[in-house]
Protein backbone atom coordinates (compact mmCIF):
# COMPACT_ATOMS: atom_id res chain seq x y z
CA UNK A 1 0.00 0.00 0.00
CA UNK A 2 1.33 3.31 -0.85
CA UNK A 3 1.92 5.65 2.26
CA UNK A 4 3.54 8.86 2.88
CA UNK A 5 5.09 9.80 6.03
CA UNK A 6 6.15 13.78 7.15
CA UNK A 7 8.32 14.65 9.58
CA UNK A 8 10.44 17.64 10.89
CA UNK A 9 7.85 20.37 12.17
CA UNK A 10 7.79 21.94 15.44
CA UNK A 11 7.97 25.51 17.00
CA UNK A 12 10.13 27.72 15.28
CA UNK A 13 10.80 31.75 15.84
CA UNK A 14 10.16 34.41 13.31
CA UNK A 15 13.19 34.16 11.08
CA UNK A 16 14.27 30.39 11.72
CA UNK A 17 13.96 27.72 9.84
CA UNK A 18 13.19 23.62 9.42
CA UNK A 19 13.20 20.75 7.19
CA UNK A 20 10.23 18.54 6.69
CA UNK A 21 10.76 14.83 4.96
CA UNK A 22 8.38 13.15 2.97
CA UNK A 23 9.57 9.32 3.13
CA UNK A 24 7.59 6.58 0.78
CA UNK A 25 6.73 3.33 2.02
CA UNK A 26 5.27 0.64 0.07
CA UNK A 27 6.51 1.98 -3.68
CA UNK A 28 9.19 3.52 -4.79
CA UNK A 29 8.93 7.29 -5.51
CA UNK A 30 10.82 7.35 -8.56
CA UNK A 31 7.93 7.92 -11.12
CA UNK A 32 5.62 9.98 -8.87
CA UNK A 33 6.04 13.84 -8.35
CA UNK A 34 5.33 15.08 -4.78
CA UNK A 35 3.59 18.11 -3.88
CA UNK A 36 3.41 19.94 -0.51
CA UNK A 37 0.72 21.59 0.99
CA UNK A 38 -0.19 23.49 3.60
CA UNK A 39 -3.80 23.97 5.51
CA UNK A 40 -3.74 26.78 8.40
CA UNK A 41 -6.86 26.67 10.98
CA UNK A 42 -9.85 28.67 8.92
CA UNK A 43 -8.23 28.39 5.48
CA UNK A 44 -8.08 25.88 2.81
CA UNK A 45 -5.48 23.69 1.48
CA UNK A 46 -2.92 25.71 -0.22
CA UNK A 47 -0.36 24.05 -3.09
CA UNK A 48 3.33 25.47 -1.40
CA UNK A 49 5.54 23.47 -3.27
CA UNK A 50 6.02 20.36 -6.59
CA UNK A 51 8.62 18.52 -7.60
CA UNK A 52 8.57 15.82 -10.78
CA UNK A 53 9.91 12.37 -10.58
CA UNK A 54 13.30 13.42 -12.14
CA UNK A 55 13.13 16.02 -10.00
CA UNK A 56 14.27 18.31 -13.07
CA UNK A 57 11.13 20.77 -12.18
CA UNK A 58 9.85 22.54 -9.98
CA UNK A 59 7.64 24.81 -8.83
CA UNK A 60 6.82 27.51 -5.69
CA UNK A 61 3.46 29.27 -4.66
CA UNK A 62 4.79 33.07 -4.42
CA UNK A 63 4.10 33.48 -1.13
CA UNK A 64 6.66 30.70 -0.02
CA UNK A 65 9.56 31.71 -3.63
CA UNK A 66 12.96 32.67 -2.27
CA UNK A 67 12.76 30.92 0.86
CA UNK A 68 11.58 27.00 0.46
CA UNK A 69 13.74 25.00 -1.68
CA UNK A 70 11.81 21.49 -2.86
CA UNK A 71 14.66 18.55 -3.31
CA UNK A 72 14.49 15.00 -3.91
CA UNK A 73 16.78 12.04 -3.02
CA UNK A 74 15.16 8.84 -5.12
CA UNK A 75 18.22 6.57 -3.49
CA UNK A 76 16.28 6.89 0.12
CA UNK A 77 12.92 7.78 -1.32
CA UNK A 78 12.44 10.90 0.69
CA UNK A 79 11.29 14.45 -0.59
CA UNK A 80 12.25 17.21 1.49
CA UNK A 81 11.12 20.92 1.75
CA UNK A 82 13.32 23.31 3.23
CA UNK A 83 12.02 26.34 4.52
CA UNK A 84 14.26 29.35 5.54
CA UNK A 85 12.90 33.14 7.17
CA UNK A 86 10.03 31.89 8.71
CA UNK A 87 7.29 34.09 8.79
CA UNK A 88 4.13 33.43 11.69
CA UNK A 89 2.20 33.43 8.44
CA UNK A 90 3.91 29.76 7.53
CA UNK A 91 2.04 28.47 10.57
CA UNK A 92 0.08 25.46 9.32
CA UNK A 93 0.01 21.34 9.41
CA UNK A 94 1.75 20.69 6.03
CA UNK A 95 1.10 17.49 4.50
CA UNK A 96 3.20 15.59 1.41
CA UNK A 97 1.22 14.28 -1.28
CA UNK A 98 1.79 12.50 -4.82
CA UNK A 99 -0.41 12.46 -8.05
CA UNK A 100 -0.63 9.93 -10.19
CA UNK A 101 2.45 10.02 -12.37
CA UNK A 102 5.83 11.89 -12.62
CA UNK A 103 4.22 15.52 -13.64
CA UNK A 104 3.22 18.03 -11.06
CA UNK A 105 -0.56 18.83 -11.45
CA UNK A 106 -2.56 22.05 -10.62
CA UNK A 107 -5.70 20.80 -8.67
CA UNK A 108 -4.99 19.51 -5.29
CA UNK A 109 -8.44 16.75 -6.41
CA UNK A 110 -5.72 15.60 -8.60
CA UNK A 111 -3.77 14.26 -5.61
CA UNK A 112 -4.53 10.62 -4.60
CA UNK A 113 -2.09 9.95 -2.17
CA UNK A 114 -1.66 11.80 1.21
CA UNK A 115 0.28 12.17 4.42
CA UNK A 116 -0.72 12.62 7.89
CA UNK A 117 0.46 15.92 8.23
CA UNK A 118 2.86 17.66 10.25
CA UNK A 119 2.21 20.62 12.09
CA UNK A 120 4.68 23.72 11.48
CA UNK A 121 4.28 26.43 14.14
CA UNK A 122 6.04 29.37 13.39
CA UNK A 123 5.58 32.23 17.17
CA UNK A 124 8.19 34.06 18.96
Known amino acids: QLQLVESGGGLVQPGGSLRLSCAAS????????IGWFRQAPGKEREGVSC????????NYADSVKGRFTISRDNAKNTVYLQMNSLKPEDTAVYYC?????????????????WGQGTQVTVSS
Open 51 to 58: ITSSGGST
Open 97 to 113: AAPSGGSCVPVTAWYPY
Open 26 to 33: GFTLDYYA
